[in-house]
């Protein structure tokens, strides 16, 4: 199956699903076709609005629609949509306005448009909210499965989505399981714990650790909060050694996340494998490479854990 972004799978899934529940509304900040909120536009006009290159308005008129008992989705590229952070606090957040961020256009993936336009912080912003829940999935097949879910759930969500497409590693009755990281393949040495467009990249690293004898374990962690502490802790018990992978930056992201939950355990060791400067303009997999997101970066942070 040729590669396809998630926000592609996101624009696909919410134009069906529009169809199913007329609570449905969508906003979006002048980037309709980008975000493929469009093909919600393109259905349903009526309860599409675009709010012009205004995302502080945006933010605030979803939240007003959801208190009045709609379920907004406000879209824009991530960096946008997340720097009008304390919109989103006040209005979203603190008001537990039942609004869907959807931030697209993420990591350094997203190659040429360069670091103005690239979302490193979002996770960490939105992952310092009380009562905001965060979901990247890691195909079309499971961001299709995340919006029906997202749907469903009554409060504030973020959902992060990739500019680049993916393969597909779920099947097609793939279920999504709200909170539950998925291991994609088994392993005992070491877990190579990974989120949103890089997913294929840590299987690569997998096999190349096979290769040097390495049996090492994959996880697909879709929900970064609340992230699964119990799958974490099994780990902990186990061989207790986890290399997070993720496109956001080092600070806030999976990697932070998992290695608070290692911390409070009181067992396991994390390394993290995340963009540790400002990105910049270049295609995605040379981007990947020089900031240490390729599978053999991967597979070279995975031997060194296990050589300390």
Known sequence: MAAKATRVAFGEALARLGGENPRIVVLDADLSKSTMSDYFASKYPERFFDMGIAEGNMVGTGAGMALAGMIPFICSFSCFVTGRFEQIRMSIGYSRANVKIVGTHSG????????????????ALMRSLPNMVVIQPADGVETERAVEYIVRHNGPVFLRLTRQGVEDINPPDYQFRFGEGVILRPGKNVTLMATGGVIGNTLKAAAILAGKGVDAQVVNIHTLKPIDRKLIAQIGRSHGRIVTVEDH??????????????AELGRGRVKRVAVEDYGESGDAEGLYRKYGLSEENIAARALELLQD
Request: proline share 3%; aromatic share 4%; no cysteine.
């Open 249 to 262: 930056g080092i600070t806030g992201g999976l990697g932070s996340a998992v290695s608070e939950v290692v």
């Open 108 to 123: 350094i993936g997203i190659g040429p448009d360069g670091y103005s336009q690239m979302a490193i912080e979002d996770i």
